[in-house]
């Protein structure tokens, strides 16, 4: 399998050679495709009784083809290989594809969780196999301590080690942990993955010319939000 990314960011173009199979889980991001048409097969997807009742489609693509996958704006796909035993869980919305052979389980998250990040289970991926993942930004491992905590932020958690410690908090002083989105805090071995696309509004203003000093009078000035733009 060859998978291409052609800049700028917004599509990736897929080879399949003899024999090689795809599963696509978002069919409709297949904006083209050149090979046999009965090499295309879509059926409802099997990864877990909950998604089951939504009835998801996903496409089996054989090879030899080739088709270009869109992507959404601002985003970018990323391949990762997939070990036999692996145990990192990810987040469903991030998982674009995967190669056969992988294998799947799910795994249930806890009511309070699943409130807080919208995430009703996560995903057990095991090789050995391939793994297409979409993401805001690069996607960043960084390796979990069993004694000191990492924290990150929770929508930028794509995949965690099944065995980690995992707890929803926030973390240093009073002012920081009142103006921060919720954390994920991890101990344990192993690596996760983190996509780094920035969720900051009040620096997406800054760098698109909302400098210090407007949002200083916009902030100072009665009706500054109305008047200065």
């Not at 992507?71 to 990762?80: D, F, H, K, S, V």
Request: net charge positive; proline share 7%.
């Amino acid at each position: 399998m060859k998978v291409t990314a052609p800049q700028p960011v917004g599509h990736v173009r897929v080879e399949l050679e003899n024999g090689e199979v795809l599963h696509v889980l978002h069919p409709k991001s297949v904006i083209a495709y050149q090979g046999p048409p009965g090499h295309r097969e879509d059926k409802i997807t099997d990864l877990a009784d909950a998604y089951r009742k939504k009835r998801w489609i996903r496409s089996r693509m054989r090879g030899p083809s080739e088709f270009i996958i869109g992507l959404p704006p601002g985003c970018m796909l990323q391949t990762i290989d997939i070990e036999e035993g692996g145990d990192l869980l990810f987040d469903f919305r991030h998982v674009l594809f995967f190669t056969e052979g992988i294998g799947t389980a799910t795994r249930v998250q806890k009511i309070k969780t699943a409130w807080i990040t919208r995430e009703l289970i996560r995903i057990r991926f095991s090789g050995p196999g391939q793994l297409g993942v979409i993401t805001t930004g690069d996607l960043v491992p960084m390796q979990l301590q069993p004694e000191t905590p990492l924290f990150v932020e929770a929508g930028s958690l794509v995949a965690y080690p099944e065995s980690a410690k995992v707890k929803l908090s926030v973390y240093g002083n009073q002012i920081a942990s009142q103006h921060m989105n919720v954390q994920w805090q991890l101990t344990g071995r192993g690596p996760v993955l983190i996509q780094t696309g920035s969720r900051d509004q009040a620096l997406t203003e800054e760098l698109q010319g909302g400098g210090f000093v407007k949002r200083l009078l916009r902030e100072l000035l009665p009706f500054g939000g109305v008047y200065i733009k």
